[in-house]
């Protein structure tokens, strides 16, 4: 028995030491990690970067545009007031190179671009690998529509900045900033490049993705932009006139007969006027749009931090547009005034499914879109450009404002109708003033009116009334003084700050 | 011969010793050992017949005979052993030859035969030698010839208690060790941290080791189970475990079989816990009086008419806190099994815990086995298994959070509302009194249901041989597999229900972890007076860690919870699998001359797979010596002085803060996107740059002590001091974000921890009928950051836990872990203060903050360092008084010099909206009439910063009896009746009495650690315990 028990054991401890012997590695071989050296093979492979590396940064819970871009767009505008103390800085025109919001677009910002850099640096790769021609210059084109997309919103807010076009790179400690001219310059180029190699947006349900239609309609706004302020070229008035014109000659768009429904949640992929927005979706791909948050009280149950201005509203012409734009009877019957709050902004209240709160309040994931381009800014942005090329509103300048002015009335878009039309014989700058006044009441709460303000040198102007601190050196934002302190001697703060 | 051959290889070539152990482990069979069991023959040589031969006797100091002595011939191997009456002959080869006689536990001699035929020697006592053997990892040693830092506590200290688990015995036991039960959670963590915390970002919990086997969970080891229990705290003791041994290291030997004779023991307890102590809230009629006059303050209407405010005075409301706490039963059955056959040893344990927590709904249970057997294959080998198996099942509940944890809410709910309305649901949130989105506490308390079940999987089989005398080979393997199935439902239903929101999130995984050690002891002595013992080791360590989970939303039923996750309308979908890799070679040398001066020598390499690819390995040396004074000729007959030791120590230790293929780069997953409403898979570049120079902390000690021993053992006294200086911290450090990066983590900035341990000890009290042994440990740490990163002199840590909390934790150059900033909190301004508090906008009433920038108001440049969290020192009391059969237990802790930031109080003390205060603090708030206080007037709130302001910091210093128990074991007599060799009853009261300032429901609460240490909200209640327990033995 004892003998017995004595061999079992031995067999056993033997058996469990010699099982035991480990083969040790110390070079790790991560099973379940991507590494980017194997990386862009396939076509999936290019698809999937540009989604979670390009488009993400800018679409994610509580940050990018869902979140973070409408404070910083927003604020300074007269369309959109922030209720919370934490974002009020931006509303004031005092937020400084700490603002956690503003640093977050800054970071997001780069991370966008740094992504499409990697694919834009991945071509080669791609190609060796075997994916097709047709597929490589698709996905070079979305990386460089979406480098040129995130370097207009730098430049605009930040004004001069770094220029990385290099694949994701340490270097970038070293290179200087860039002149506001260069940034363009590489802006143009890119989109010219996505403009060429982009197909068409043949189906309303592909705005989520850059087309050559998108491209030509920031090529439109992009000279238009760099028509003002800082570069002030005027011959680029011509140029984004064209581009506009090359747009509506396309014949894909049109503008939708309701402007409410073109809110509606159940349109988002069939309406005619998206050119290019950020689509959300609850089930299972995080997003945010906080612009639907609501009121925080009177039945409506939200987050109250954004809302619109008094004085905005009280300027907003009475019309359809202006019911559809607006909250300003809350859902328990009280007016704005009557609960003592601001008006807030209807045009967002329909976003569909909202995860983990509700609609009301806003949530880390959402249905929600948020547009970036639609086809009633390219009407404004010819009327605009065509009129401060041309000298005075051409027929057609005025017709593509006018179109504009019967949709917010809810009447027929393509009848003149004398009752809202801008009358013809108008003077270039009566004219001028009208369409960008249109811009403020077409366009409130989406992310324009700012840097309308801005490139039409009209911050001053627009916000002197109610800030008094506003100076010029308020058209740019505080570059994040993290970023400053790190880059010293490479990027430097922007005047006033 | 082979042996010889090998032995001699093995001196002569380090490399080869790591190559044959590995060969060796590897590659045992029994067929090998019955080979080397043929080599176990006796030296001695065949005497010459022409020789002379002597014969005598050997006798202890009393005057017994000693069997099993060994005499020898001096100079020669020539030698023989005594018979069972002390006799012995020997064969010599000259008549002036000299013996030399030697016995465990006595003094050698060397006797001059002399020509006399008979010789007849009496052994002296050697009282070194019957030290007691002391655990140091990767073997043992005499107390006397410990060099290094290291503390014992005797499993009966830590049975004192009635606890199951020994974590939590240990609090106050040990000088140095820092133990925190940061909840009282039924399945608490408890956090031990050894002289210090050395990490910013990584690891500051000790490496355990039980029985050999590294990582293991200290939680599941229960008392009872415990043979010994040391920690090691300096560099020399602790750099033998090279980049895992910074922390300090515990080792725990379990019990094993001992006798031939069949030992059973059982202990069991009951015991009954109680809330310890109940937050003073406002009653119903109270709350909504001073609702009314808070919102009115703050320019709303009023939600009570002064009828319901009657109303609720004469009929009480709800006592939330009554709804979510109850008296809770705990029970433990520890069942002990040991004994042997010849040549087989054995002990058997099994463990039942069933914890009920005093929050409705929570609770803990776990049933373990622990087998232990061993076999002396013959003389030479011995072979080890050593097990252990555990299933627990833990019922917890939301804590250290706000809107889902039950125990926030029932802090701010209004107690104005009813737990169920009449139709039997719950009441809800808002509706223009009490919070808005934390929701009916007794709801968050019953409807979301968590199980997480954890099996433990150990096996530990070891084997020893004793290659020749003195040189033992010792191969361990050890496998863990630890199995963990998290199960979450939330329907929802304390929010409304929503079906789309009801939710699961199961997760379930598997850590597996398997050591080689293969070691070689070589330990002699010779000429009397040189006692060396080399340790030469090879080891590896291989960890594989997979988890996998399912978060899923949108149930069309409540009905199968997280069993049927099918019914979700949304499924998200994550897994992930890491390994880690070590491999390592250590050596060790331990000399001693004469028992008075020692020193010990170690070094550890370590190469791991974690660290970057420029930096694979570290090495990780130490170096101690000690004097036993009390060794040397003046002292050795001392009365007083029964030991006295100094030592000193200096080494570098690793920690391998260091996670797996974070020194890579990678391509992030799980960043989906949505171009059309559907979902597109999506992968990005990481926000951190990887970083090929990645490697270990290092942490360089240097440690004095002195060990002291009177009046033969009956006072005891250790002193040490100790200076930690961490270097190479793992610190993220910010990229410019252009580069795509936003981080990278490097090896950057310095900790320093230094302080003084002391442990005082004492028999007080020794008679026949009455005794009382005293123990006092004191440990005090100075904890202080040198370096940050390059230029960085402080970094923002982040939130305290609350919104609004942004900006409250730090780190600063010269200042310690877990440090506050905010706005100085000086109590309200007094009336007669009016002209100063109209400086800072300030109204009588108003809190009197501090403008400490002189800028005329009260803003965001006013935020300086207000507190904290390290303590200066803490103590443990431990008293055991017996007289006769009873024995009395008196275990007093405490802790001095810390800073609690109460975060619940943000809410509890502070109106705002409809949301009223619910402290009874609110009563004494600043009134005109009332301007003796602290507590400002309502309304205030709006017009100064509340959130970080000093206010919320509280001095978290106690005192606390952490256990009185009186126990009652039968005499023999009574015990031979029944056929059982011991039995005692015991009642025992733990934290019954605590002494504090603190004004939340525990001073030890704490929902982070190290630099997050020391924010309480809404931590799990500590409790009261009353337990009944019977330890029997048959």
Redesign the interface.
Known sequence: M?KV???V??????A???S?????????S????????S?FRTA??F???L???V???L?TPWSGFGFNAIFVLTGGGEDIGLNQIRFQAFDRLEADGITGEMADM??QL??S???A??VIGSIEKGRQAGVSEDILKNAEAQARFMRAFDYFYMTRWWGE??L?TEE??????T?PQSSVEEIYELIVSDLQFAEANLPNLTDP??T??ASKQAAQAYLAKVYLTMAGWPIKDASKYALARDKAKEVIDSGIFSLEPDFAQLWRQAN??TNSEFIFAF???????P?TQHLNTRYNAAGEGGWSDVSSEVRFFEAFPDSYRKDASFTSVFANGQTFQEAGAKPHIAKYRDAG?V??F?ANSGGASG?ASFNLFRYAEVLLIYAEAANMAEGSPSATALEAINKVRRRAHNLPVDTPDPSVDLPAGMSQSAFDEAVLDERAWELAFEGKRWFDLVRREMVIEANADTWDNVTETDRLLAK?D??VT??EGY?EQNPGY | MKKTKLTKLLASNPIKIRLLSLIF??????MQ?EIFDENNKSNIEKPNALQFTVSGTILDDAGQPLPGANVIEKGTTNGTQTDFDGNFSLTLSSRNAVLQVSYIGFVPQEVPVNGNSTVSVTMEVDSQALDEVVVVGYGTQRRSQITGAISSVSAEDLQAIPLARVDQALQGRAAGVFVQNATGAPNSEVRIRIRGSNSINGDNDPLVVIDGAQGASINSVNPNDIESFEVLKDASATSIYGSRGANGVILITTKSGKTNKTTVTYNTYLAANKLRKKRDLLNAGQYAELLNESTEAQGFAQPFTPEEVAGYYANGGTDWQDEIFRTSFSQNHHLNISGG????RYNLAGDYLKNEGIVINTGYERWSVRPN?T?D?NDKIQ???NSFFQWSTDKPTQINGFNTSPIFSASIWSPTKPVYLEDGSYSMPGGGVGPNTDFNPVALALEPIRENKNNIFT?N???SYEIIDGLVFD?R???RATDFENNFYDNQVPQGG?P??R?AIVTDGRSTY???TAQLTYETNFNDVHDLKVTALYE???ENF?QNQINA?GFLTDAATWNNLGLA??R?VS?????R???SFMGRINYGYKDRYIITLTGRRD????FG?NN?SGFFPSGSIAWNVSNENFLKDSNVISNLKFRASYGEVGSQAVG??T???????G???????????????T?R?PNPNLKWETTAQTDFGIDAEFFNGRFDLTVAYYKKNTRDLLLEI?????????TQLVNIGEVQNKGIELLIGGNIIQSDDFNWRTNFTLTSNDNEVLALAEGQTEQLIGNAGLPGTDNTRWLEVGQPLGLWRGIRYDGVWGTDEAAEAAEIGAVPGDPKLFDADGSGAIDAGDNINIGNAQEDYSFGWDNTFTYKGFDLNVFIQGVQGNQIYNLSRLRTDLPSGTTGATSVDALNRWTPTNQNTDVPTFGSGERFPQTNIGRWLEDGSYIRFKNISLGYSFSPSVLDALKISSFRLYLAGTNLITITDYTGYDPEASTGSDRNAGVDLATYPSQKTYTLGIDVTF
Not at chain 1, 20 to 28: T, Y
Not at chain 2, 663 to 669: N, P, Y
Request: aromatic residues 8%; charged residues 15%.
């Open positions: 004892k028990f004595k061999i054991s031995l067999m056993l401890v033997s469990l030491i010699l035991g012997c480990n083969k040790v590695e110390l070079e790790e991560p099973e379940g990690i991507l590494s980017p050296d990386f999936d492979d698809e999937a970067m989604a979670g590396g488009y993400r940064p679409y800054w970071a780069y991370r671009i740094s992504n850099n990697t900045v770094q990385i994701n790179t340490l270097e970038a400690t290179t349900s592909g989520g993705l988002r992929f689509h959300g979706d609850v089930n299972n791909v997003s499914d995860y983990p509700d249905d994040p993290a970023q790190l880059l990027l | 482990i590897c590659c045992a069979s029994p050992a056959a010849e040549n087989v057997i076999v294959v072979v080890t298994l096996l089989p070891s084997v191969g393997v050890t496998y929503v789309l929101n939710r398997l050591q080689n590896t360590q291989v997979n939303n309308e949304n998200q897994s992930s699998i890491s390994r890799d070590l491999e190469a791991s797979s974690v690819a694979k797996p293929y020194s890579l780069a990678q391509l992030q997953t960043s989906n996107f949505s171009f059309d409403g559907t979902q597109t898979i999506g992968v990005a570049l926000n740059a910010p990229l410019a974000q252009s580069s795509g990066f936003r």
